[in-house]
């Protein structure tokens, strides 16, 4: 158990140096690596989208930014942090934690797990290319008809937005698919549904949202770039023809909302590790955190038209959809009793990750009372489209989703790495943000219950409005400083950190009986037989099960061999999408490129 | 390994100062939140039925929230502070659930949600009742300003709704272009505006006073600008409101600047979006006829006096970001003639 | 559930031969497509329910009972229907390692593909002359784009069908390659019932 290796050498016989060997990896755990990177990047960027709209909105009447800018500032923020920051980082624990956790030795499909990441890449470059073009995204995130038709919006804004959401909605696909098939094909022998760590549990969840809520606003994206871009307009929101808006809000937040879900699911799962590992117990209620997750899943489809009570659905519309939307409070709370539950007698341990998993549920349940507090539609109809709504989905974005995966981050640091990260700088990570995350998203609450509405690029002198941005500001501010913190803590510990055991905090589940750590790449050299939950904390006593994985030999295990197709498939695609708002010169040979990438890749054998 | 560390206290010491200053804040709203003086747009100080019947829904749900909040994050910090790793301390018991405490988890909220599920069908469909209203307007959503119509009374007036004290008004929401949303706090929640759609919508103002309202629907480049205000008249001060908005207006002096005015609107671009009664018939601009009554222009961003009025028709783009009226390059004695002209239309 | 490859991973000191292992016996890439075909429901299923909210809704004709064949359509739909039997014949040649068969029922069912599309680019030009465009009303945007959507993916299987056809030229679909064949039936199958919902709806049921 003690093997202190912090890069073992092991005999996969695939380069593990250069550039190349990143550009043609096929191994889970170092697209993970790739994903988790490229997320953060993104993560910094969204941020920094962040702090000009916090000083934009530090006074009455600022001129940081102008109107045109600070509009597409708030659409790119909220699209880069949900598409391209949280979940490719949820996408990033996926591929480095499912596998290990099931007992396999990678995906199912190593190269079309290779494909997705350089797709997000290129989508997520593509995006964000339209600000050095000047029209960047400015229609908000959900970008409602009418606004997004070509009269309303004439500039490629819009495109850049519904192209680069379809390249990514392509990523997003890929990955579900294969997470799907991994977790039901892949599993350790012995290793049934009910013995699933929740994590994994809970991926399986997500990708299915994925795969049942991408394709339709695949769909309405479709049908606006239709409207936009074909040579021969349709009508699918032109008012004038008979198009309706409302269709497209409908065909949004059927998507929408499960995606809410596909954002919180992950993190939850995270949790539900972190927590059991750090209180020495098994997790409260196993079955019951399982099948409410799996009940919030499926009530994910019900609710979507909460984001329309001001729409005018009428009176029954409105309470089916206020009632669904009560109902989901309750799998919530089971959830988060649990959790509660899972450390009550415990001997918990207070280390970073725990205190990140803490402060996740505490700052989850602030997010989930706002929540409940406009599932009332008439409450809703004064607190829609207002700050009060900001602090909602901050509470339950940042103090949930992005709390959760930094537990994660600190909790799986050392399997990744070898190392632990800093302590004392986690501590200072911690209750800086904290304390920021708190002094930039509750007074948000009070601008928006007095009456400050969302996306405004300023606000009038005398509304009352200035003392609560400005805390909002110091604490986005301040929220920075500990971002930077961890950034630093980050980098420092890959070199510098303390060398860990290949089982860093006691855990249970499979990902901590690897070899090494980092696992070999063929993570197990035998694949592990599993007879229990928690497998690695009963192997002792009369009716233990020792769990063997081999050693760090991996002569005749077969691993699939790297492939850059998968890229140049990637990229391809991209250039042949961007075909549609530049069009067939970049269209063409995209689209060639694309399907004899797809040819190779298809042909060449694949270990 | 680092099991041992403690947070840090100085860190704590904030987290303290930080809860302070929270709770200041949350006292300074709370006090605040009785003086629509402080903070004008508040919905929290309800004028109106059907925005009182809404308040007393979220105060209900406050109540609620402000002991599941107090409860659950006590359960948490108790448990972590008891049950925390320390010297001596006891070893964790495992234990794998318990389905008396699930049962009693599931259930605790659902006889909750319950209590705040009522109240909540009770006023939507209190709310949604359909009323033909003492008097009716027809509100049209503009990129970025407001249409106020009074259907049979023949006056249109634009960003300053006129309403008289203790009469139910039903309003027709519409929109020319992309969705807004209509909203003013004091007297009702929000309503969408959606082109090729129709929407309802009726309170009953209950005192008198100007009320502040805004677009709550992001509808592009000056969505932040659009304003309006809600006057609030006692009958007969409405009704002499009324009036004036009929009444004609006589022609400009011939030899007068603003006859002069009157002839540079008639040449210019002006009469291409606006509407003056038997003068020019526009209607992408707001109507003009009685542009000189509005206490603002610009959709409630700027005093209506001589000095924002010429600015705006100088370069409206410059103000008002997106503004579809554009930049007019007219002599500094033309427009003082155009000002002159509009000052007439009282 | 996988009782003999748990024996075998106890007690063998390597395990060359668990690289095949999977949980449910089942291939991989057959349960990645049936997730695939999952998805592929809720698109279908909102362009079907797009069609169906504006459907009925239009302020100018061509109206779609003014211009819809059916008796045209119901033969493109009968020739979607019979590849679909031409599919499984491909599908059992493979199986009995037949590879002639496997080729002759391919070639078959692709040219049955492409028939269905041949006949729906007539009914698109057809329409165009009619006077019904992307942009005439709501019915023009909205069965285009769905059937375009539907043809398209006929056109991907006949592409994939071709594919298939040619690797048994090359070797690389022989004897023994049944999944090869499988999962493309699936494909074309899925696009075969989803086109008679389509059918069903558009056509018949206006």
Redesign the interface.
Same mark, same amino acid.
């Given at each position: 158990m003690a093997t202190t290796v912090a890069a073992a050498p092991t005999h996969a016989t695939h380069a593990h140096t250069g550039l190349w060997s990143w550009i043609t990896t096929v191994d889970h755990k170092r697209i993970a690596i790739l994903y988790f990177f490229t997320a953060l990047g993104f993560f910094f960027v969204g941020g920094f989208e962040a702090l000009l709209i916090r000083l934009q909105l530090s006074h009455a009447g600022a001129t940081v930014v102008s109107a045109q800018m600070y509009n597409s500032l708030f659409t790119m923020h909220a699209t880069t942090m949900i598409f391209l920051a949280l979940m490719p980082m949820s996408v990033a624990f996926f591929n480095y934690i499912i596998p290990l956790q099931i007992g396999a030795r990678d995906v199912a499909f190593p190269r079309l797990n290779a494909f997705s990441y350089w797709v997000f890449l290129f989508g997520g470059i593509f995006m964000n290319i339209s600000f050095l073009m000047n029209v960047a995204p400015d229609g908000g995130w959900y970008g409602y008809a009418t606004l997004t038709g070509k009269a309303y919006s004439p500039t490629h804004s819009i495109d850049f937005w519904a192209v680069g959401l379809q390249i990514l909605g392509v990523a997003s696909l890929a990955g579900a698919f294969n997470f799907i098939t991994t977790i039901i094909n892949l599993r350790a022998p012995g290793l049934g549904f009910m013995r699933l760590p929740v994590f994994t549990w809970m991926t399986l969840v997500t990708s299915f949202l994925i795969i049942l809520a991408f394709p339709v606003i695949t769909v309405a994206l479709v049908e606006l770039m239709f409207d936009r871009l074909s040579p021969v307009p349709t009508n699918f929101f032109n008012v004038a023809k008979g198009g309706d808006p409302l269709l497209w809000q409908h065909l949004f937040w059927v998507f929408g909302h499960p995606e809410v879900y596909i954002l919180i699911l992950p993190a939850m799962g995270v949790i539900s590790e972190i927590l059991p590992t750090f209180s020495g117990k098994p997790l409260f209620g196993y079955a019951f955190i399982v099948y409410s997750g799996i009940f919030i899943g499926f009530m994910g489809w019900g609710v979507w038209s909460h984001h329309m009570f001001t729409v005018g659905l009428g009176p029954l519309g409105d309470t089916f959809f206020a009632l669904a939307t009560m109902l989901i409070a309750i799998p919530t709370g089971v959830k988060i009793f649990n959790w509660i539950g899972t450390m009550w007698g415990g001997s918990i341990r207070l280390v970073t990750p725990m205190w990140f998993a803490i402060g996740f549920i505490s700052m989850f349940i602030i997010g989930g009372l706002s929540g409940i507090m406009h599932s009332s539609p008439p409450a809703d109809t004064q607190q829609n489209d207002t700050y009060f709504v900001v602090a909602h989905i901050h509470y339950v974005l940042f103090g949930g989703t992005m709390l959760g995966l930094i537990a994660g981050i600190y909790y799986w640091f050392p399997k990744v790495t070898g190392r632990y990260m800093n302590e004392t700088l986690g501590q200072w990570h911690f209750w800086l943000t904290m304390i920021s995350m708190n002094l930039t998203f509750f007074p948000m609450h009070f601008s928006g219950l007095l009456g400050m509405p969302r996306r405004v690029y300023t606000y009038q002198k005398g509304m009352g409005f200035e003392l609560y941005n400005q805390m909002s500001t110091a604490g986005a501010l301040l929220l920075a400083v500990s971002l930077l913190i961890f950034l630093h803590n980050l980098i420092r510990s890959i070199r510098k950190g303390e060398v860990a055991p290949t089982n860093a905090w006691n855990g249970a589940t499979l990902e901590w009986a690897t070899a090494t750590s980092p696992p070999p790449e063929f993570n197990f050299q035998k694949l592990p037989t599993v007879k229990t939950l928690d497998p690695l904390w009963h192997q002792e006593g009369p009716k233990g099960h020792k769990i063997d994985v081999g050693g760090t030999d991996g002569h005749g295990i077969h691993m699939p061999n790297p492939s850059y197709w998968p890229m140049f498939a990637a990229f391809g695609m991209t250039v042949m999408m961007a075909g549609l708002i530049f069009g067939l010169t970049l269209g063409v040979p995209g689209g060639l490129l694309f399907v004899y990438s797809t040819y190779r890749w298809a042909l060449e054998p694949a270990s | 390994m680092a099991d041992s560390k403690r947070p840090s206290f100085p860190l704590a010491l904030i987290a303290f100062v930080l809860l302070a200053v929270l709770a200041f804040a949350a006292g300074d709203a709370a006090t605040g939140w009785a003086q629509s003086s402080t903070y004008p747009q508040t919905t929290l100080e309800p004028r109106s039925e059907v925005a009182r019947a809404i308040d007393d829904v979220l105060d209900g749900i406050v109540l609620w929230v402000i002991v599941i909040f107090v409860v659950v994050q006590a359960a948490l910090v108790l448990t972590v502070a008891r049950f925390r790793q320390r010297p001596g301390g006891a070893p964790a018991r495992h234990m794998h659930g318990n389905t008396t405490l699930e049962i009693a988890w599931t259930l605790a909220p659902a006889i909750i949600l319950a209590f705040i599920a009522v109240p909540t069908v009770k006023v939507i469909f209190d709310n949604a009742k359909p009323t033909k209203g003492d008097i009716q307007v027809r509100v049209i959503g503009h990129q970025w300003w407001w249409e106020f119509q009074y259907p049979g009374k023949g006056v249109i007036t634009a960003n300053e709704l006129h309403l008289p004290v203790g009469k139910t008004v039903s309003f027709e929401l519409e929109s020319v272009d992309v969705i807004h949303s209509f909203w003013v706090p004091a007297f009702a929640g929000k309503k969408d505006l959606i082109p090729g759609r129709t929407n309802h919508l009726w309170f009953t103002p209950e005192v008198t006073g100007t009320f502040p309202g805004q677009c709550a629907e992001f509808c592009g480049a000056s969505h932040a600008n659009m304003y309006f205000k809600v006057v609030v008249q006692p009958q007969e001060e409405f009704d002499a409101w009324l009036a004036q908005q009929k009444a004609p207006v006589a022609p400009p002096d011939s030899a007068s600047l603003a006859a002069r005015g009157l002839a540079i609107y008639q040449k210019g671009q002006c009469v291409a979006c606006h509407m003056i009664d038997g003068v020019s018939y526009g209607v992408v601009g707001p109507n003009l006829g009685k542009v000189s009554t509005r206490a603002t222009i610009a959709a409630g961003m700027f005093p209506n006096d001589d000095e924002n009025l010429t600015a705006w028709i100088r370069n409206a783009p410059a103000l008002k970001p997106g503004s579809l009226m554009t930049r007019q390059d007219m002599s500094d004695e033309d427009v003082a003639a155009l000002v002159a002209y509009l000052r007439t239309r009282r | 559930?996988?009782e003999p *490859?748990?024996a075998a991973? @106890?007690s063998a000191? /390597? /395990?060359?031969d668990?690289?095949h &292992? %999977?949980?449910?016996g089942?291939s991989?890439r057959k *349960?990645?497509f049936w997730?695939?075909i @999952? =998805?592929?429901c809720?698109?279908f @299923? =909102?362009?079907i329910a797009?069609y169906l *909210? &504006?459907r009925g #809704?239009?302020?100018?004709g061509p109206h779609p009972h003014e211009i819809l064949n059916i008796p045209l359509t119901s033969v493109s739909a009968f020739v979607l229907l019979m590849s679909s039997l031409t599919m499984v014949l491909a599908l059992a040649g493979i199986q009995r390692g037949d590879i002639g068969k496997t080729r002759l029922w391919l070639a078959a069912t692709a040219i049955l593909g492409m028939m269905f599309v041949g006949f729906q680019i007539y009914e698109f030009n057809h329409f165009v002359h009619e006077g019904l %465009?992307? =942009?005439t009303?709501?019915f @023009?945007?909205?069965f285009? /784009?769905l059937t375009g959507?539907h043809g398209a993916h006929v056109t991907v299987g006949v592409l994939w069908l071709w594919?298939l056809f040619f690797l048994t030229f090359t070797g #690389?679909i022989k004897a023994g390659n049944d999944l090869d064949v499988e999962i493309c039936g699936l494909y074309w199958h899925f696009v075969d019932v989803v086109w008679i919902a389509i059918f069903t709806l558009i056509y018949l049921l206006q």
């Amino acid at each position: 158990m003690a093997t202190t290796v912090a890069a073992a050498p092991t005999h996969a016989t695939h380069a593990h140096t250069g550039l190349w060997s990143w550009i043609t990896t096929v191994d889970h755990k170092r697209i993970a690596i790739l994903y988790f990177f490229t997320a953060l990047g993104f993560f910094f960027v969204g941020g920094f989208e962040a702090l000009l709209i916090r000083l934009q909105l530090s006074h009455a009447g600022a001129t940081v930014v102008s109107a045109q800018m600070y509009n597409s500032l708030f659409t790119m923020h909220a699209t880069t942090m949900i598409f391209l920051a949280l979940m490719p980082m949820s996408v990033a624990f996926f591929n480095y934690i499912i596998p290990l956790q099931i007992g396999a030795r990678d995906v199912a499909f190593p190269r079309l797990n290779a494909f997705s990441y350089w797709v997000f890449l290129f989508g997520g470059i593509f995006m964000n290319i339209s600000f050095l073009m000047n029209v960047a995204p400015d229609g908000g995130w959900y970008g409602y008809a009418t606004l997004t038709g070509k009269a309303y919006s004439p500039t490629h804004s819009i495109d850049f937005w519904a192209v680069g959401l379809q390249i990514l909605g392509v990523a997003s696909l890929a990955g579900a698919f294969n997470f799907i098939t991994t977790i039901i094909n892949l599993r350790a022998p012995g290793l049934g549904f009910m013995r699933l760590p929740v994590f994994t549990w809970m991926t399986l969840v997500t990708s299915f949202l994925i795969i049942l809520a991408f394709p339709v606003i695949t769909v309405a994206l479709v049908e606006l770039m239709f409207d936009r871009l074909s040579p021969v307009p349709t009508n699918f929101f032109n008012v004038a023809k008979g198009g309706d808006p409302l269709l497209w809000q409908h065909l949004f937040w059927v998507f929408g909302h499960p995606e809410v879900y596909i954002l919180i699911l992950p993190a939850m799962g995270v949790i539900s590790e972190i927590l059991p590992t750090f209180s020495g117990k098994p997790l409260f209620g196993y079955a019951f955190i399982v099948y409410s997750g799996i009940f919030i899943g499926f009530m994910g489809w019900g609710v979507w038209s909460h984001h329309m009570f001001t729409v005018g659905l009428g009176p029954l519309g409105d309470t089916f959809f206020a009632l669904a939307t009560m109902l989901i409070a309750i799998p919530t709370g089971v959830k988060i009793f649990n959790w509660i539950g899972t450390m009550w007698g415990g001997s918990i341990r207070l280390v970073t990750p725990m205190w990140f998993a803490i402060g996740f549920i505490s700052m989850f349940i602030i997010g989930g009372l706002s929540g409940i507090m406009h599932s009332s539609p008439p409450a809703d109809t004064q607190q829609n489209d207002t700050y009060f709504v900001v602090a909602h989905i901050h509470y339950v974005l940042f103090g949930g989703t992005m709390l959760g995966l930094i537990a994660g981050i600190y909790y799986w640091f050392p399997k990744v790495t070898g190392r632990y990260m800093n302590e004392t700088l986690g501590q200072w990570h911690f209750w800086l943000t904290m304390i920021s995350m708190n002094l930039t998203f509750f007074p948000m609450h009070f601008s928006g219950l007095l009456g400050m509405p969302r996306r405004v690029y300023t606000y009038q002198k005398g509304m009352g409005f200035e003392l609560y941005n400005q805390m909002s500001t110091a604490g986005a501010l301040l929220l920075a400083v500990s971002l930077l913190i961890f950034l630093h803590n980050l980098i420092r510990s890959i070199r510098k950190g303390e060398v860990a055991p290949t089982n860093a905090w006691n855990g249970a589940t499979l990902e901590w009986a690897t070899a090494t750590s980092p696992p070999p790449e063929f993570n197990f050299q035998k694949l592990p037989t599993v007879k229990t939950l928690d497998p690695l904390w009963h192997q002792e006593g009369p009716k233990g099960h020792k769990i063997d994985v081999g050693g760090t030999d991996g002569h005749g295990i077969h691993m699939p061999n790297p492939s850059y197709w998968p890229m140049f498939a990637a990229f391809g695609m991209t250039v042949m999408m961007a075909g549609l708002i530049f069009g067939l010169t970049l269209g063409v040979p995209g689209g060639l490129l694309f399907v004899y990438s797809t040819y190779r890749w298809a042909l060449e054998p694949a270990s | 390994m680092a099991d041992s560390k403690r947070p840090s206290f100085p860190l704590a010491l904030i987290a303290f100062v930080l809860l302070a200053v929270l709770a200041f804040a949350a006292g300074d709203a709370a006090t605040g939140w009785a003086q629509s003086s402080t903070y004008p747009q508040t919905t929290l100080e309800p004028r109106s039925e059907v925005a009182r019947a809404i308040d007393d829904v979220l105060d209900g749900i406050v109540l609620w929230v402000i002991v599941i909040f107090v409860v659950v994050q006590a359960a948490l910090v108790l448990t972590v502070a008891r049950f925390r790793q320390r010297p001596g301390g006891a070893p964790a018991r495992h234990m794998h659930g318990n389905t008396t405490l699930e049962i009693a988890w599931t259930l605790a909220p659902a006889i909750i949600l319950a209590f705040i599920a009522v109240p909540t069908v009770k006023v939507i469909f209190d709310n949604a009742k359909p009323t033909k209203g003492d008097i009716q307007v027809r509100v049209i959503g503009h990129q970025w300003w407001w249409e106020f119509q009074y259907p049979g009374k023949g006056v249109i007036t634009a960003n300053e709704l006129h309403l008289p004290v203790g009469k139910t008004v039903s309003f027709e929401l519409e929109s020319v272009d992309v969705i807004h949303s209509f909203w003013v706090p004091a007297f009702a929640g929000k309503k969408d505006l959606i082109p090729g759609r129709t929407n309802h919508l009726w309170f009953t103002p209950e005192v008198t006073g100007t009320f502040p309202g805004q677009c709550a629907e992001f509808c592009g480049a000056s969505h932040a600008n659009m304003y309006f205000k809600v006057v609030v008249q006692p009958q007969e001060e409405f009704d002499a409101w009324l009036a004036q908005q009929k009444a004609p207006v006589a022609p400009p002096d011939s030899a007068s600047l603003a006859a002069r005015g009157l002839a540079i609107y008639q040449k210019g671009q002006c009469v291409a979006c606006h509407m003056i009664d038997g003068v020019s018939y526009g209607v992408v601009g707001p109507n003009l006829g009685k542009v000189s009554t509005r206490a603002t222009i610009a959709a409630g961003m700027f005093p209506n006096d001589d000095e924002n009025l010429t600015a705006w028709i100088r370069n409206a783009p410059a103000l008002k970001p997106g503004s579809l009226m554009t930049r007019q390059d007219m002599s500094d004695e033309d427009v003082a003639a155009l000002v002159a002209y509009l000052r007439t239309r009282r | 559930m996988s009782e003999p *490859i748990a024996a075998a991973a @106890g007690s063998a000191p /390597v /395990v060359h031969d668990d690289h095949h &292992y %999977t949980s449910t016996g089942q291939s991989s890439r057959k *349960i990645l497509f049936w997730t695939f075909i @999952g =998805s592929e429901c809720m698109l279908f @299923g =909102s362009l079907i329910a797009t069609y169906l *909210i &504006y459907r009925g #809704r239009d302020k100018v004709g061509p109206h779609p009972h003014e211009i819809l064949n059916i008796p045209l359509t119901s033969v493109s739909a009968f020739v979607l229907l019979m590849s679909s039997l031409t599919m499984v014949l491909a599908l059992a040649g493979i199986q009995r390692g037949d590879i002639g068969k496997t080729r002759l029922w391919l070639a078959a069912t692709a040219i049955l593909g492409m028939m269905f599309v041949g006949f729906q680019i007539y009914e698109f030009n057809h329409f165009v002359h009619e006077g019904l %465009t992307l =942009s005439t009303n709501l019915f @023009g945007s909205t069965f285009f /784009v769905l059937t375009g959507f539907h043809g398209a993916h006929v056109t991907v299987g006949v592409l994939w069908l071709w594919t298939l056809f040619f690797l048994t030229f090359t070797g #690389r679909i022989k004897a023994g390659n049944d999944l090869d064949v499988e999962i493309c039936g699936l494909y074309w199958h899925f696009v075969d019932v989803v086109w008679i919902a389509i059918f069903t709806l558009i056509y018949l049921l206006q």
